[in-house]
Protein backbone atom coordinates (compact mmCIF):
# COMPACT_ATOMS: atom_id res chain seq x y z
CA UNK A 1 0.00 0.00 0.00
CA UNK A 2 1.02 3.31 -1.56
CA UNK A 3 -0.04 5.59 1.86
CA UNK A 4 2.48 7.93 3.34
CA UNK A 5 2.40 8.72 6.64
CA UNK A 6 2.10 12.33 7.13
CA UNK A 7 3.51 12.58 10.53
CA UNK A 8 6.74 11.18 9.57
CA UNK A 9 9.44 14.17 8.77
CA UNK A 10 11.06 14.63 5.40
CA UNK A 11 14.69 14.32 5.91
CA UNK A 12 15.65 15.46 2.44
CA UNK A 13 14.13 16.52 -1.08
CA UNK A 14 15.87 13.00 -2.44
CA UNK A 15 13.54 11.35 0.43
CA UNK A 16 10.95 13.73 -0.99
CA UNK A 17 10.80 12.74 -4.59
CA UNK A 18 11.39 9.45 -4.22
CA UNK A 19 7.93 8.89 -1.43
CA UNK A 20 6.57 10.80 -4.15
CA UNK A 21 7.15 8.78 -7.09
CA UNK A 22 6.19 5.74 -4.76
CA UNK A 23 2.20 7.60 -3.90
CA UNK A 24 1.64 8.21 -7.51
CA UNK A 25 3.10 5.01 -8.76
CA UNK A 26 -0.27 3.43 -6.98
CA UNK A 27 -1.96 0.64 -8.73
CA UNK A 28 -5.25 -0.32 -7.58
CA UNK A 29 -8.80 -1.37 -9.07
CA UNK A 30 -11.00 1.65 -10.29
CA UNK A 31 -13.36 0.87 -7.44
CA UNK A 32 -11.18 1.22 -4.75
CA UNK A 33 -11.77 4.87 -3.79
CA UNK A 34 -10.45 4.26 -0.13
CA UNK A 35 -7.04 3.27 -1.50
CA UNK A 36 -7.33 6.25 -4.08
CA UNK A 37 -8.19 8.85 -1.45
CA UNK A 38 -5.23 7.80 1.16
CA UNK A 39 -2.71 8.04 -1.79
CA UNK A 40 -4.26 11.40 -2.61
CA UNK A 41 -4.01 12.72 1.01
CA UNK A 42 -0.13 11.13 0.54
CA UNK A 43 0.36 13.09 -2.42
CA UNK A 44 -1.41 16.43 -1.19
CA UNK A 45 0.79 16.09 2.13
CA UNK A 46 4.13 15.74 -0.13
CA UNK A 47 3.69 18.46 -2.39
CA UNK A 48 2.60 20.69 -0.02
CA UNK A 49 5.64 20.55 1.68
CA UNK A 50 7.88 20.94 -1.48
CA UNK A 51 6.91 24.66 -1.11
CA UNK A 52 6.94 25.17 2.71
CA UNK A 53 10.08 23.32 3.51
CA UNK A 54 12.42 23.66 0.77
CA UNK A 55 10.42 26.99 -0.62
CA UNK A 56 10.08 25.63 -4.19
CA UNK A 57 7.19 26.90 -6.19
CA UNK A 58 8.08 25.75 -9.40
CA UNK A 59 8.64 21.93 -8.06
CA UNK A 60 4.85 21.66 -7.08
CA UNK A 61 4.45 22.17 -10.92
CA UNK A 62 6.04 19.08 -11.33
CA UNK A 63 4.62 16.85 -8.29
CA UNK A 64 1.42 17.96 -10.10
CA UNK A 65 2.24 16.95 -13.44
CA UNK A 66 3.74 13.61 -11.95
CA UNK A 67 0.51 12.84 -10.74
CA UNK A 68 -1.40 13.69 -14.16
CA UNK A 69 1.82 11.07 -15.49
CA UNK A 70 1.27 8.32 -13.22
CA UNK A 71 -0.73 4.80 -12.68
CA UNK A 72 -2.80 6.87 -9.85
CA UNK A 73 -4.62 9.13 -11.92
CA UNK A 74 -5.12 6.77 -14.73
CA UNK A 75 -6.83 4.47 -12.64
CA UNK A 76 -9.99 6.53 -12.40
CA UNK A 77 -9.74 10.48 -13.68
CA UNK A 78 -12.78 11.42 -13.28
CA UNK A 79 -12.79 10.33 -9.25
CA UNK A 80 -9.26 11.96 -8.98
CA UNK A 81 -10.59 15.09 -10.51
CA UNK A 82 -13.29 15.11 -8.22
CA UNK A 83 -11.65 14.87 -5.24
CA UNK A 84 -9.08 17.23 -5.97
CA UNK A 85 -12.09 20.11 -7.34
CA UNK A 86 -13.60 19.17 -4.01
CA UNK A 87 -10.81 19.93 -1.66
CA UNK A 88 -10.85 23.28 -3.36
CA UNK A 89 -14.30 24.18 -2.30
CA UNK A 90 -13.07 22.92 0.96
CA UNK A 91 -9.48 23.53 1.59
CA UNK A 92 -8.40 26.93 3.66
CA UNK A 93 -4.61 26.28 4.29
CA UNK A 94 -2.54 28.16 1.81
CA UNK A 95 0.47 25.21 1.33
CA UNK A 96 -2.28 22.04 -0.03
CA UNK A 97 -4.47 25.04 -1.50
CA UNK A 98 -1.30 26.15 -3.96
CA UNK A 99 -1.03 22.60 -4.90
CA UNK A 100 -4.67 21.51 -5.64
CA UNK A 101 -4.56 25.26 -7.51
CA UNK A 102 -1.29 24.09 -9.66
CA UNK A 103 -3.28 20.81 -10.75
CA UNK A 104 -6.15 22.08 -11.86
CA UNK A 105 -4.35 24.55 -14.13
CA UNK A 106 -2.37 22.16 -15.46
CA UNK A 107 -5.78 19.47 -16.10
CA UNK A 108 -7.67 21.97 -17.66
CA UNK A 109 -5.00 22.79 -20.33
CA UNK A 110 -4.92 19.56 -21.16
CA UNK A 111 -8.62 18.73 -20.67
CA UNK A 112 -11.01 21.39 -21.31
CA UNK A 113 -13.65 19.42 -19.46
CA UNK A 114 -12.32 19.94 -16.05
CA UNK A 115 -13.28 23.55 -16.15
CA UNK A 116 -16.81 22.85 -17.20
CA UNK A 117 -17.03 20.49 -14.14
CA UNK A 118 -15.26 23.33 -11.87
CA UNK A 119 -18.09 25.81 -13.44
CA UNK A 120 -21.11 23.11 -12.32
CA UNK A 121 -19.72 22.46 -8.90
CA UNK A 122 -19.54 26.47 -8.22
CA UNK A 123 -15.68 26.52 -8.20
CA UNK A 124 -16.16 30.26 -9.44
CA UNK A 125 -17.49 32.01 -6.38
CA UNK A 126 -14.75 29.92 -4.26
CA UNK A 127 -11.95 31.55 -6.58
CA UNK A 128 -13.78 34.74 -5.75
CA UNK A 129 -13.57 34.40 -1.85
CA UNK A 130 -9.81 33.05 -2.03
CA UNK A 131 -8.94 36.13 -4.48
CA UNK A 132 -10.76 39.09 -2.90
CA UNK A 133 -8.59 41.17 -0.32
CA UNK A 134 -5.95 38.24 0.12
CA UNK A 135 -3.23 39.62 -1.67
CA UNK A 136 -0.56 39.76 1.07
CA UNK A 137 -1.43 36.73 2.96
CA UNK A 138 0.37 35.28 0.44
CA UNK A 139 1.23 36.67 -3.20
CA UNK A 140 2.37 33.41 -4.62
CA UNK A 141 -0.62 31.61 -4.59
CA UNK A 142 -2.27 34.73 -4.80
CA UNK A 143 -1.04 34.88 -8.51
CA UNK A 144 -2.18 31.38 -8.83
CA UNK A 145 -5.83 32.10 -7.99
CA UNK A 146 -5.64 34.62 -10.18
CA UNK A 147 -4.39 32.46 -13.12
CA UNK A 148 -6.42 29.33 -12.47
CA UNK A 149 -9.53 31.98 -12.59
CA UNK A 150 -8.71 33.57 -16.01
CA UNK A 151 -8.48 29.96 -17.61
CA UNK A 152 -11.41 28.62 -16.70
CA UNK A 153 -13.14 31.77 -17.39
CA UNK A 154 -11.91 31.85 -20.92
CA UNK A 155 -12.87 28.09 -22.30
CA UNK A 156 -16.08 27.84 -20.84
CA UNK A 157 -18.89 30.40 -20.28
CA UNK A 158 -19.70 31.51 -17.06
CA UNK A 159 -23.43 30.99 -15.55
CA UNK A 160 -25.65 34.29 -14.98
CA UNK A 161 -25.61 32.94 -11.50
CA UNK A 162 -21.90 33.33 -11.17
CA UNK A 163 -21.89 36.66 -12.38
CA UNK A 164 -24.19 37.91 -10.17
CA UNK A 165 -21.76 36.87 -7.36
CA UNK A 166 -19.01 39.22 -8.88
CA UNK A 167 -19.84 42.83 -6.77
CA UNK A 168 -17.94 46.34 -7.41
CA UNK A 169 -16.18 45.88 -3.80
CA UNK A 170 -13.78 43.08 -5.85
CA UNK A 171 -13.40 44.37 -9.12
CA UNK A 172 -12.45 47.98 -7.59
CA UNK A 173 -10.00 45.72 -5.39
CA UNK A 174 -8.48 44.28 -8.59
CA UNK A 175 -8.40 47.84 -9.93
CA UNK A 176 -6.38 49.26 -6.77
CA UNK A 177 -4.00 45.97 -7.32
CA UNK A 178 -2.72 47.65 -10.48
CA UNK A 179 -1.88 50.98 -9.51
CA UNK A 180 0.23 49.82 -6.54
CA UNK A 181 3.66 48.40 -7.18
CA UNK A 182 4.20 44.95 -8.21
CA UNK A 183 6.24 42.46 -6.00
CA UNK A 184 7.17 39.99 -8.81
CA UNK A 185 10.36 40.99 -10.98
CA UNK A 186 9.50 38.83 -13.68
CA UNK A 187 5.76 40.32 -13.90
CA UNK A 188 6.06 44.59 -13.48
CA UNK A 189 2.79 45.36 -14.76
CA UNK A 190 0.26 42.88 -13.24
CA UNK A 191 -0.58 40.93 -15.90
CA UNK A 192 -2.56 38.06 -14.23
CA UNK A 193 -4.99 40.34 -13.10
CA UNK A 194 -5.09 42.41 -16.09
CA UNK A 195 -6.16 39.64 -17.64
CA UNK A 196 -8.54 38.35 -15.51
CA UNK A 197 -10.48 41.80 -15.86
CA UNK A 198 -10.46 41.40 -19.48
CA UNK A 199 -11.99 37.93 -19.42
CA UNK A 200 -14.87 39.15 -17.06
CA UNK A 201 -15.46 41.94 -19.36
CA UNK A 202 -16.07 39.35 -21.93
CA UNK A 203 -18.11 37.04 -19.95
CA UNK A 204 -20.41 39.93 -18.98
CA UNK A 205 -20.70 40.83 -22.59
CA UNK A 206 -21.53 37.59 -23.68
CA UNK A 207 -23.65 36.84 -21.44
CA UNK A 208 -25.60 40.18 -22.34
CA UNK A 209 -26.38 38.56 -25.91
CA UNK A 210 -27.79 35.54 -24.06
CA UNK A 211 -30.12 37.46 -22.16
CA UNK A 212 -31.42 39.23 -25.75
CA UNK A 213 -31.68 35.95 -26.95
CA UNK A 214 -33.42 34.58 -24.20
CA UNK A 215 -34.55 37.00 -21.21
CA UNK A 216 -35.93 34.43 -18.86
CA UNK A 217 -32.95 33.89 -18.19
CA UNK A 218 -32.29 36.93 -16.38
CA UNK A 219 -33.24 36.37 -12.97
CA UNK A 220 -32.05 39.89 -11.74
CA UNK A 221 -30.53 43.06 -13.50
CA UNK A 222 -26.66 42.38 -14.77
CA UNK A 223 -24.56 44.86 -14.70
CA UNK A 224 -21.05 45.00 -16.64
CA UNK A 225 -18.77 45.81 -12.93
CA UNK A 226 -15.52 46.51 -15.29
CA UNK A 227 -17.39 49.24 -17.35
CA UNK A 228 -19.15 50.65 -14.52
CA UNK A 229 -15.72 51.19 -12.16
CA UNK A 230 -13.97 52.50 -14.75
CA UNK A 231 -17.04 54.75 -15.70
CA UNK A 232 -17.14 56.37 -12.31
CA UNK A 233 -13.07 55.75 -10.90
CA UNK A 234 -11.47 55.87 -14.32
CA UNK A 235 -9.40 59.15 -13.50
CA UNK A 236 -8.09 57.11 -10.10
CA UNK A 237 -7.35 53.78 -12.57
CA UNK A 238 -5.30 54.81 -15.17
CA UNK A 239 -2.44 52.77 -14.80
CA UNK A 240 -4.95 49.68 -16.38
CA UNK A 241 -5.73 51.57 -19.57
CA UNK A 242 -1.86 52.18 -20.25
CA UNK A 243 -1.19 48.82 -19.60
CA UNK A 244 -3.65 47.31 -21.72
CA UNK A 245 -2.19 49.40 -24.47
CA UNK A 246 1.04 47.98 -24.01
CA UNK A 247 0.12 44.37 -23.77
CA UNK A 248 -1.73 45.41 -26.92
CA UNK A 249 1.43 46.07 -28.48
CA UNK A 250 3.23 42.95 -27.36
CA UNK A 251 0.53 40.45 -27.68
CA UNK A 252 0.87 37.76 -30.62
CA UNK A 253 -1.56 35.84 -29.20
CA UNK A 254 -5.35 35.97 -31.10
CA UNK A 255 -7.66 35.21 -28.34
CA UNK A 256 -5.62 37.97 -25.65
CA UNK A 257 -5.98 40.64 -28.75
CA UNK A 258 -9.55 40.29 -29.04
CA UNK A 259 -10.38 40.24 -25.02
CA UNK A 260 -8.02 43.70 -25.13
CA UNK A 261 -10.23 44.81 -28.09
CA UNK A 262 -13.62 43.62 -26.82
CA UNK A 263 -12.86 45.80 -23.73
CA UNK A 264 -11.44 49.16 -25.83
CA UNK A 265 -14.78 48.78 -28.06
CA UNK A 266 -17.39 49.31 -24.80
CA UNK A 267 -15.06 52.02 -23.66
CA UNK A 268 -15.20 54.36 -26.55
CA UNK A 269 -18.53 53.63 -27.21
CA UNK A 270 -19.68 54.63 -23.83
CA UNK A 271 -19.89 58.41 -23.29
CA UNK A 272 -18.43 58.50 -19.99
CA UNK A 273 -15.34 56.86 -20.95
CA UNK A 274 -14.45 58.27 -24.07
CA UNK A 275 -11.62 60.47 -22.28
CA UNK A 276 -10.70 57.73 -19.91
CA UNK A 277 -7.37 56.96 -21.76
CA UNK A 278 -4.84 59.77 -22.24
CA UNK A 279 -3.83 61.53 -25.51
CA UNK A 280 -0.63 60.24 -25.79
CA UNK A 281 -2.32 56.70 -24.86
CA UNK A 282 -4.27 57.05 -27.55
CA UNK A 283 -2.15 58.27 -30.29
CA UNK A 284 0.31 54.89 -29.14
CA UNK A 285 -3.00 52.89 -29.66
CA UNK A 286 -3.56 54.25 -32.95
CA UNK A 287 0.37 53.15 -34.06
CA UNK A 288 -0.62 49.61 -32.99
CA UNK A 289 -3.90 49.66 -34.70
CA UNK A 290 -2.35 50.82 -37.98
CA UNK A 291 0.64 48.37 -37.51
CA UNK A 292 -1.71 44.99 -37.10
CA UNK A 293 -3.75 45.93 -39.77
CA UNK A 294 -1.60 46.35 -42.11
CA UNK A 295 0.44 43.16 -41.11
CA UNK A 296 -2.87 41.03 -40.83
CA UNK A 297 -2.72 37.81 -43.58
CA UNK A 298 -6.34 38.27 -45.18
CA UNK A 299 -7.76 34.94 -43.97
CA UNK A 300 -7.83 36.63 -40.67
CA UNK A 301 -11.31 38.74 -41.60
CA UNK A 302 -12.75 37.95 -38.12
CA UNK A 303 -10.07 39.99 -36.22
CA UNK A 304 -9.37 42.60 -38.70
CA UNK A 305 -12.90 43.16 -38.46
CA UNK A 306 -13.07 43.72 -34.38
CA UNK A 307 -9.71 46.28 -35.24
CA UNK A 308 -11.83 48.33 -37.94
CA UNK A 309 -14.93 48.43 -35.20
CA UNK A 310 -12.32 49.37 -32.43
CA UNK A 311 -10.97 51.74 -34.78
CA UNK A 312 -14.25 54.16 -35.58
CA UNK A 313 -15.08 55.12 -32.11
CA UNK A 314 -11.60 55.75 -31.46
CA UNK A 315 -11.06 58.55 -34.07
CA UNK A 316 -15.01 60.07 -33.91
CA UNK A 317 -15.27 59.82 -29.74
CA UNK A 318 -12.07 60.30 -28.09
CA UNK A 319 -9.26 63.19 -28.13
CA UNK A 320 -8.27 62.11 -31.26
CA UNK A 321 -11.07 63.74 -32.80
CA UNK A 322 -9.85 67.30 -31.89
CA UNK A 323 -6.94 69.25 -33.74
CA UNK A 324 -4.04 68.68 -34.47
CA UNK A 325 -5.23 65.49 -35.96
CA UNK A 326 -2.58 62.61 -35.21
CA UNK A 327 -1.82 60.41 -38.06
CA UNK A 328 -4.63 61.62 -40.76
CA UNK A 329 -3.16 60.72 -43.53
CA UNK A 330 -1.90 57.51 -42.62
CA UNK A 331 -5.05 56.46 -41.35
CA UNK A 332 -6.71 57.49 -45.00
CA UNK A 333 -3.71 55.66 -46.63
CA UNK A 334 -4.83 52.59 -44.65
CA UNK A 335 -8.44 52.94 -45.56
CA UNK A 336 -7.55 53.04 -49.26
CA UNK A 337 -5.28 49.58 -48.78
CA UNK A 338 -8.17 47.83 -46.95
CA UNK A 339 -10.65 49.25 -49.67
CA UNK A 340 -8.68 48.22 -52.62
CA UNK A 341 -6.74 44.83 -51.54
CA UNK A 342 -9.36 43.00 -52.83
CA UNK A 343 -8.26 43.60 -56.48
CA UNK A 344 -4.17 43.46 -55.45
CA UNK A 345 -4.79 39.81 -54.03
CA UNK A 346 -7.24 38.93 -56.89
CA UNK A 347 -9.86 37.90 -54.80
CA UNK A 348 -12.69 39.83 -53.30
CA UNK A 349 -13.27 41.94 -50.41
CA UNK A 350 -15.95 40.59 -47.84
CA UNK A 351 -19.00 42.64 -47.83
CA UNK A 352 -17.95 43.25 -43.75
CA UNK A 353 -14.81 45.51 -45.04
CA UNK A 354 -15.97 47.24 -46.53
CA UNK A 355 -18.82 48.15 -44.70
CA UNK A 356 -16.60 48.78 -41.95
CA UNK A 357 -14.19 50.89 -44.04
CA UNK A 358 -16.84 53.11 -45.62
CA UNK A 359 -17.73 53.62 -41.58
CA UNK A 360 -14.49 54.40 -40.37
CA UNK A 361 -14.09 57.02 -43.93
CA UNK A 362 -17.32 58.69 -42.73
CA UNK A 363 -15.56 60.20 -39.37
CA UNK A 364 -15.94 64.27 -40.14
CA UNK A 365 -12.28 65.07 -39.35
CA UNK A 366 -10.71 62.15 -42.23
CA UNK A 367 -12.78 63.75 -44.93
CA UNK A 368 -12.32 61.42 -47.05
CA UNK A 369 -15.40 62.27 -49.75
CA UNK A 370 -13.19 64.92 -50.81
CA UNK A 371 -10.81 62.60 -52.54
CA UNK A 372 -13.83 60.38 -54.18
CA UNK A 373 -13.00 57.55 -52.09
CA UNK A 374 -15.56 55.71 -50.27
CA UNK A 375 -16.20 51.44 -49.88
CA UNK A 376 -19.73 52.28 -51.88
CA UNK A 377 -17.86 53.04 -54.92
CA UNK A 378 -15.15 50.68 -54.36
CA UNK A 379 -17.50 47.94 -53.84
CA UNK A 380 -19.30 49.10 -57.49
CA UNK A 381 -15.95 49.11 -59.40
CA UNK A 382 -14.40 45.89 -57.91
CA UNK A 383 -16.79 43.70 -57.10
CA UNK A 384 -19.91 45.00 -59.34
CA UNK A 385 -22.59 45.40 -56.33
CA UNK A 386 -24.30 48.07 -55.21
CA UNK A 387 -24.15 49.19 -51.02
CA UNK A 388 -27.13 50.70 -49.74
CA UNK A 389 -26.62 53.70 -47.19
CA UNK A 390 -27.65 51.45 -44.74
CA UNK A 391 -25.27 48.81 -45.64
CA UNK A 392 -22.09 50.98 -45.49
CA UNK A 393 -23.27 52.60 -42.14
CA UNK A 394 -22.55 49.18 -40.80
CA UNK A 395 -24.82 48.20 -37.34
CA UNK A 396 -22.01 47.90 -35.45
CA UNK A 397 -23.53 46.02 -32.40
CA UNK A 398 -22.08 44.43 -28.63
CA UNK A 399 -23.30 41.15 -30.41
CA UNK A 400 -20.67 40.94 -33.17
CA UNK A 401 -18.43 42.13 -30.88
CA UNK A 402 -18.92 39.40 -28.70
CA UNK A 403 -19.31 37.05 -30.97
CA UNK A 404 -15.59 36.90 -32.03
CA UNK A 405 -13.78 34.05 -30.37
CA UNK A 406 -10.36 32.27 -30.76
CA UNK A 407 -8.90 29.06 -29.43
CA UNK A 408 -6.16 30.02 -26.61
CA UNK A 409 -2.74 29.71 -27.84
CA UNK A 410 -3.59 30.19 -31.58
CA UNK A 411 -0.81 33.03 -32.02
CA UNK A 412 -1.28 35.55 -34.51
CA UNK A 413 0.18 35.11 -38.23
CA UNK A 414 2.33 38.43 -39.56
CA UNK A 415 2.79 39.36 -43.39
CA UNK A 416 6.10 41.11 -42.03
CA UNK A 417 7.79 38.22 -39.87
CA UNK A 418 6.80 35.91 -42.97
CA UNK A 419 8.31 38.08 -45.46
CA UNK A 420 11.44 38.22 -43.50
CA UNK A 421 11.67 34.38 -42.42
CA UNK A 422 11.48 33.78 -46.53
CA UNK A 423 14.07 36.90 -47.02
CA UNK A 424 16.66 35.13 -45.26
CA UNK A 425 16.14 31.48 -46.34
CA UNK A 426 16.05 33.00 -50.16
CA UNK A 427 19.60 35.01 -48.79
CA UNK A 428 21.12 31.99 -47.16
CA UNK A 429 19.82 29.65 -50.19
CA UNK A 430 21.82 32.41 -52.71
CA UNK A 431 24.84 32.83 -49.91
CA UNK A 432 25.60 29.12 -50.96
CA UNK A 433 25.10 28.74 -54.34
CA UNK A 434 27.31 31.82 -54.92
CA UNK A 435 29.95 30.32 -52.83
CA UNK A 436 30.01 27.06 -54.35
CA UNK A 437 29.98 28.44 -57.68
CA UNK A 438 32.92 30.81 -56.48
CA UNK A 439 34.88 27.98 -55.60
CA UNK A 440 34.03 25.93 -58.49
CA UNK A 441 35.31 29.03 -60.88
CA UNK A 442 39.04 29.12 -58.75
CA UNK A 443 39.49 25.46 -58.89
CA UNK A 444 39.08 24.93 -55.03
CA UNK A 445 38.08 21.63 -53.86
CA UNK A 446 35.17 21.78 -51.31
CA UNK A 447 36.96 21.88 -47.93
CA UNK A 448 36.28 18.35 -46.11
CA UNK A 449 34.55 18.40 -42.35
CA UNK A 450 37.01 18.11 -39.70
CA UNK A 451 36.42 15.23 -37.63
CA UNK A 452 35.80 15.53 -33.79
CA UNK A 453 38.61 13.81 -31.47
CA UNK A 454 38.79 10.74 -33.45
CA UNK A 455 40.85 7.41 -32.29
CA UNK A 456 43.05 7.72 -35.21
CA UNK A 457 46.18 5.88 -35.78
CA UNK A 458 48.06 8.18 -38.06
CA UNK A 459 51.13 9.45 -36.06
CA UNK A 460 51.34 12.97 -34.91
CA UNK A 461 53.55 14.17 -37.61
CA UNK A 462 51.10 12.93 -39.90
CA UNK A 463 47.75 14.59 -38.14
CA UNK A 464 49.80 17.98 -37.81
CA UNK A 465 50.48 18.20 -41.98
CA UNK A 466 46.68 17.18 -42.21
CA UNK A 467 45.57 20.48 -40.25
CA UNK A 468 48.03 22.65 -42.07
CA UNK A 469 47.01 21.21 -45.58
CA UNK A 470 43.12 21.92 -44.45
CA UNK A 471 43.93 25.37 -42.67
CA UNK A 472 46.27 26.35 -46.60
CA UNK A 473 42.76 25.57 -48.13
CA UNK A 474 40.89 27.37 -46.27
CA UNK A 475 43.10 30.37 -47.08
CA UNK A 476 43.19 29.95 -50.41
CA UNK A 477 38.85 29.87 -50.22
CA UNK A 478 39.02 33.18 -48.49
CA UNK A 479 39.11 36.04 -51.39
CA UNK A 480 42.29 38.34 -50.96
CA UNK A 481 41.82 41.71 -49.95
CA UNK A 482 43.86 44.38 -52.31
CA UNK A 483 46.27 46.40 -49.99
CA UNK A 484 45.47 50.01 -49.80
CA UNK A 485 48.12 52.51 -50.97
CA UNK A 486 49.46 55.15 -48.24
CA UNK A 487 48.16 58.15 -48.05
CA UNK A 488 49.85 61.10 -49.70
CA UNK A 489 52.23 63.48 -47.71
CA UNK A 490 50.60 66.95 -47.19
CA UNK A 491 52.54 69.72 -49.32
CA UNK A 492 51.46 72.53 -46.69
CA UNK A 493 50.30 72.67 -43.56
CA UNK A 494 48.22 75.27 -42.46
CA UNK A 495 49.02 77.35 -45.95
CA UNK A 496 52.70 77.23 -44.48
CA UNK A 497 55.04 75.39 -47.01
CA UNK A 498 55.60 71.97 -45.75
CA UNK A 499 59.99 70.94 -45.24
CA UNK A 500 60.54 67.43 -45.20
CA UNK A 501 62.20 66.40 -41.82
CA UNK A 502 63.95 63.19 -43.58
CA UNK A 503 61.90 61.13 -41.68
CA UNK A 504 59.56 59.58 -44.85
CA UNK A 505 60.05 56.77 -46.28
CA UNK A 506 60.56 54.65 -43.91
CA UNK A 507 63.85 56.96 -42.31
CA UNK A 508 64.17 56.46 -38.67
CA UNK A 509 65.73 58.96 -36.01
CA UNK A 510 68.64 57.09 -35.91
CA UNK A 511 69.96 57.60 -39.64
CA UNK A 512 68.95 61.36 -39.93
CA UNK A 513 72.39 63.35 -38.40
CA UNK A 514 71.32 65.72 -35.29
CA UNK A 515 72.32 69.46 -35.51
CA UNK A 516 74.84 69.99 -32.46
CA UNK A 517 72.74 72.53 -29.80
CA UNK A 518 73.53 75.84 -30.37
CA UNK A 519 75.49 78.05 -28.19
CA UNK A 520 74.02 79.89 -24.97
CA UNK A 521 73.95 83.42 -25.07
CA UNK A 522 76.40 85.85 -23.86
CA UNK A 523 75.33 86.84 -19.96
CA UNK A 524 74.25 90.19 -19.42
CA UNK A 525 77.04 92.89 -17.78
CA UNK A 526 74.01 94.68 -15.83
CA UNK A 527 74.80 92.45 -12.82
CA UNK A 528 78.28 93.63 -12.32
CA UNK A 529 77.50 97.38 -12.64
CA UNK A 530 78.39 98.09 -8.92
CA UNK A 531 81.55 97.26 -9.10
CA UNK A 532 82.63 100.01 -11.44
CA UNK A 533 81.32 102.92 -8.53
CA UNK A 534 82.90 100.37 -5.48
CA UNK A 535 86.67 100.41 -4.59
CA UNK A 536 89.15 98.67 -6.49
CA UNK A 537 88.63 94.48 -4.99
CA UNK A 538 92.00 94.08 -2.41
CA UNK A 539 93.95 91.11 -2.57
CA UNK A 540 94.10 88.78 0.58
CA UNK A 541 97.82 89.64 0.85
CA UNK A 542 97.22 93.08 0.89
CA UNK A 543 94.43 92.85 3.41
CA UNK A 544 96.95 90.98 5.40
Not at 323 to 340: C, G, S, T
Not at 456 to 483: G, I, N, V
Request: proline residues 6%; aromatic residues 6%.
Amino acid sequence: MADFDTNTPIESEEHLWTELSRVVATQCAAEAHEIIDDALRSWLYLASRCRDQFESEDDVATCSQSLLDGCLFRTDPEYVRTQIIYSLLQEDEPGPLYVITSFLILDGRSEEATFKRMIDEGCFHRLLELINGRQEDDPGLHRLLLELMYEMSRIEQLRIEDLLHVDDGFVTYLFQLIEGFSDDVHDPYHYPIIRVLLVLNEQYMVASTTVMNDPTLLTAPLTNRVVKCLSLYGPHYRTFGENIILLLNRETETSLQLLILKLLYLLFTTKATYEYFYTNDLRVLLDVIIRNLLDLPNELMALRHTYLRVLYPLLAHTQLNQPPHYKKDEVQKLLRILAQSGNTHFAPVDETTMRLVDRVSKVKWLSLSEEGVSASEVARKFLGISLSHDDSASNVSVVDVAAVTEKPGVQTPSRKADAEAAAEAEAEAEAEVGAEAKNDQNGIPPVPPIPFASASTEPKEAQLASKASMASLRDMSKPSRPKKPLPEVPKHRHGIPYVPTGLENGATRASVKRAPPKAPPPRRKGRIKHAATSEAVKSITELA
